[in-house]
């Protein structure tokens, strides 16, 4: 085991995202020492801040002249090194004084339970919340909701499609990471599904105590074999905290890129109100980005939005190489743009009016940039109501057609993706509670813009999948 021990005896100035990660790290450790725990000296078990060299001396001396700090505070660093490894380098994993021992239940990987039947039939489900939606080279089609509720009893379910959406079989995957001899509820509720240009199924997931413990992480595991008959899941793997609602990029660099969000203070369950005070500078939109095809990851930057609750941000490479972040906030949907491949980012500002709730937003094969939102371009409906697909031709600057997919009210949540031929799929979720509907509409550009399902293969209100507990 290695350590590093700091004495801190001025605070440092508000810490930069930095391109050089090492940096970071270093900086970041200073910075716990003074916010989390305001004592001089703080002894930390390293194996979360990445590689040993980091934290040579010559290193130390290196990037304390690099941030030109030196003037704001003494350090007093010993190391201890050995041979270490980590596949989390962005940030301490662990509270420096977490709730007993309890916190640490987070950090296990969840089991994937892929003969789910007959737990987890749809007759012992009783509420739907769509998270995503993917399709496969072969065609099948998988989609992922959270059953049980948007609380601390949520879990993930998972059902798949061999007929563009036709028909949809029985749950067949299940991450569900309760536990009854845990003190407090273990739960799954955001996350969703992305085939990655070798073919591989993706599933994104968080993991969290209680419905938010300040923490939480989010997780992926992969299906190499998405379109067999006996589809065969990797062992979970924690990226970073926080939680990713929405689908990876790959952009033209080759890089891979996560959105993940870190939620506020004001939404962490009472029980953890005084805990990982360590992660407050990374309360925000988040990006984390791999340039090894999602083998290790680290923190890009991020933006903080007026108003953010959960972000739920996309973003998109635009025409001109920089990178445009769309979030939802509690006053409609914001905007912010990075001309450094996402370390750092402009003074987000409003783009449209929009209710509080998730929109969709992807870049198709023609160029074009399809949004799924919530009633006209900036309009403010007072429901989630009136589901419309748009599309624009310059980046975002404006919107055309208007593809009405549901004006039922209390539909949410659009996710999908475009198939090779071109066609759209689109999932959402209808009444969680009481219906509890995951429902699919299959369209073209050309429907969006005639604002109809005019295509042969078009559809709406497709039934993915419905809770029948009760009904």
Known sequence: MKFVIVKLIRKPA???????????????????????????????????????????????????????????????????????????????STSINPVGKESDAALVAPVIDTKPLPTYDYDQLDFSMNNGIARTPKGRIWSCWVAGGDDDNAF?????????????????????????????????????????????????????????????????????????????????????????????????????????????????????????????????????????????????????????????HHIIERRDGTLWMTARTINGIWESVSSDKGITWSKPVKYQEHVNSRHFIRRLQSGRILLVRHGAINELTSLRTKLTAYLSEDDGKSWIGGLLLDDRSVVSY?????????????????????????????????DILLKKFAGQNSKARILISKALKNK
């Not at 939109?285 to 923190?299: C, E, F, L, Y």
Request: hydrophobic content about 35%; proline content about 4%; charged content about 20%.
């Open 156 to 312: 993930f379910v998972l059902n798949y499609s061999n007929d563009n959406g036709e028909s949809w079989s029985k749950p067949s995957v299940v991450i569900d990471p309760h536990d009854t001899s845990l003190e407090d509820k273990r739960r799954s509720v955001v996350g969703n599904l992305w085939t990655d240009p070798q073919g591989h199924l993706w599933l994104l997931f968080d993991q969290s105590l209680t419905y938010y413990d300040g923490r939480s992480g989010t997780w992926y595991t992969r299906c190499d074999n998405p379109d067999s008959d006996t589809p065969i899941w990797s062992k979970p793997v924690r990226i970073w905290h926080g939680c990713s609602l929405n689908k990876p990029n790959v952009f033209s660099n080759n890089t891979w890129l996560v959105t993940i969000s870190l939620w506020n203070r004001g939404l962490i369950t009472l029980k953890y109100k005084q805990q990982f005070r360590e992660l407050d500078a990374f309360r925000m939109a988040n990006v984390i980005v791999s340039s090894d095809q999602g083998k290790t990851w680290i923190r890009q930057g991020g933006v903080l939005f007026p108003g953010s609750e959960y972000d739920e």
């Open 14 to 92: 508000a810490l930069s995202h930095s391109q050089d990660f090492t940096s970071f790290q270093l900086l970041t450790v200073i910075y716990l020492a003074w916010q989390s725990l305001n004592k001089d000296i703080v002894l930390f078990n390293s194996k979360y801040f990445g590689e040993p060299e980091c934290f040579s001396i010559k290193h130390i001396l290196k990037v304390i002249s690099l941030r030109s700090v030196l003037h704001r505070f003494i350090l007093i660093v010993s190391v201890n090194l050995c041979s270490c490894k980590t596949q989390d380098k962005s940030l301490i």
């Open 414 to 446: 659009p996710d999908g993706f475009q198939s090779s031929d071109g066609t759209i799929y689109i999932s959402y979720d209808r009444n969680r509670n009481r219906d509890a509907e995951i429902l699919l509409a299959r369209f073209t550009e050309e």
